[in-house]
């Protein structure tokens, strides 16, 4: 069993947000709960259902983290990508920051 | 008079009834009164996705081809409901990454301001109809594909009949010996030529990239012009009866074709074509001439004496001349030239344009190229009708805004999918590929020497990114948690197509690029004068390409 966090999109506007301990859905994955074991992670999804009832996301599902340091990181490519954005920017910024 | 085609008043209803419908789904989702379930499919059906980071939404350009006041609204879209860019795709659309659901309702209010909309760019439906970009202008053209393409657009846009075919569907259309518009990888490839003096159609079927690439075969060589639709309804038919329901992933019309043989498709197709031929679907020659009327050319000037400015100034300015060389081509009308623009500056983002980008296109294309812009499938754009006089002031308008890289069709000029920092359905990242290969290889003179190069890079083997018809083919995959890049040579989207073979053992992100550079080596060792890259490897075979690779590894 790995550390898990519950990520969604926002209904409104599409953008990643992950579930944290106050119940609120937010942009951070630093700040989202962690769930250390099955019954844990099952409550996470639980809550997430509630929330698309309550039309603030869509498509939320576990993603795997490690929480080393007590605040998550994603674990794999992918997560990590959605979680701080594209690797590459965009050609008016500029490519040194 | 821009050579567009341009909406009656029964367009425009149905753009806007569509905008007026699509924001009452909007709300009633954003209410609780449609689940996500049942509001998904009617999102996609106006080109909205839901990606890694937010919607991305796709917006239609028929047969690539957009006005000045066009592009100008796409810039504002970028500006007002996304980060400032764009993102130019292989379809000759445009796609933006960044879009707001609550948001889109006023965004399609905005598009369909200037006729343009979403609509079948998503679904299993006849997609946006997509022509030869430089249609209209080219000197080896027999006539200007977007009038067919536009007669196809005109039947396919919401066929009661073909809005739930089994897969999604991608059509094609040329109108001269040279294939810009890779025919035989769609699902529908249709070739104007003539006989006898008459126009008339080559009808190829079955051609498709994604997880299992075909080659379209020849159904037709001579479809006479008056029989195009109701041939077109027939091959759909078919398909739509007969293509495969069950298994997503055998359901595009290339399995359909492969399974039964070229020949016994083609002999259901006839059968089908038999009832329906002497019907409503005839193309009268009043119609094409009715739309073609739509596509007149623009009041080019008599330039019977060549404004020669431009090669003087060549004459004494290497980087002009260069960018003459490689970024212009031969137009039909004398006096006049195509300029090629180039999305891929060294580094860049292959596809990408700014909001002022797009803007600076369209004040160029107002001055200079009668208010007309292109999209190309390898993620350009085109200035379709530029006086020769005018080429200098042109490369040095394009040059302020980074978009007068002379590379178009050299090595750095990649096709590259928006792979994983954008797709949600991406194996690997495939842009940050795209921008070492093109910085790896960016020494001009040296690309020159390379000659027509196509490297192209998908995220997944959903091949978005055209990797199986790349001289050089890029493919990302993942395993256990890392990128990993396998290689194909020897794939080519012309009217000579083949498929790339998988060359070797993958590469990891920082080899594939080695890889790629040692590849233009050997390729330079083992040429004959003047040969390029691909008639090379079809000479050679893979071997020495592998030697090189996979030697003293
Ligand atoms: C945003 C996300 C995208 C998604 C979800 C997506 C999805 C797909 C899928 C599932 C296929 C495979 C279809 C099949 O084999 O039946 C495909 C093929 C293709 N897509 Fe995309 N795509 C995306 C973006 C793009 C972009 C940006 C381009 C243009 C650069 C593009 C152009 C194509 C082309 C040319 C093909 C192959 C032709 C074919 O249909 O056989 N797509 N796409
Ligand atoms: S090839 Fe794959 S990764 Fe690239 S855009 Fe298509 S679906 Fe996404």
Known sequence: ?97 | MVAIYHYDDADRTLVRERVAQFRDQVDRRLSGALTEEEFRPLRLMNGLYLQLHAYMLRVAIPYGTVSADQMRVLAAIARRYDRDYGHFTTRQNIQFNWIKLEETPDLLHDLAQVDMHAIQTSGNVIRNVTADHYAGAAADELDDSRIYAEIIRQWSTLHPEFSFLPRKFKIAVTASATDRAALKVHDIGVRLHERDGAPGFEVMVGGGQGRTPMIAKTIRDFLPEHDLLSYLEAILRVYNRQGRRDNKYKARIKILVHDLGAAAFAAKVEAEWAEIKDGPLGLPEAEVARIRHHFQPPAFRDLDAPNSLHVAKARIDPAFARWLRINTHAHKQPGYAIVDVSLKPVGGIPGDATADQMDALADIAAQYSFDEIRVTHTQNLVLPHVEEGALHAVWQALGRHGLATPNVGLASDIISCPGMDYCSLATARSIPIAQAISTRLADLDAQEDLGVLGIKISGCINACGHHHVGHIGILGLEKNGQEYYQLTLGGDPGADASLGEVIGKSFSAGGIVDAVEKITVAYRALRTPGEAFIDAYRRLGPAPFKETLYAAA
């Open chain 1, 1 to 97: 069993m790995t550390t898990q966090v519950v990520s969604a999109n926002r209904l409104d506007n599409g953008r990643v947000v992950y579930l944290a301990p106050s119940g609120q859905w937010i942009g951070a994955l630093s700040e989202a709960e962690v769930a250390h074991d099955a019954t844990a992670a099952e409550s996470l999804l639980h809550r997430a259902a509630t929330a698309i009832i309550d039309r603030l996301i869509v498509g939320p599902y576990l993603i795997s983290v490690t929480a080393a340091t007590g605040r998550p990181q994603a674990e794999r490519l992918r997560e990590q990508i959605r979680a701080t954005g594209p690797t590459v920017a965009p050609a008016h910024h500029d490519r040194a920051a």
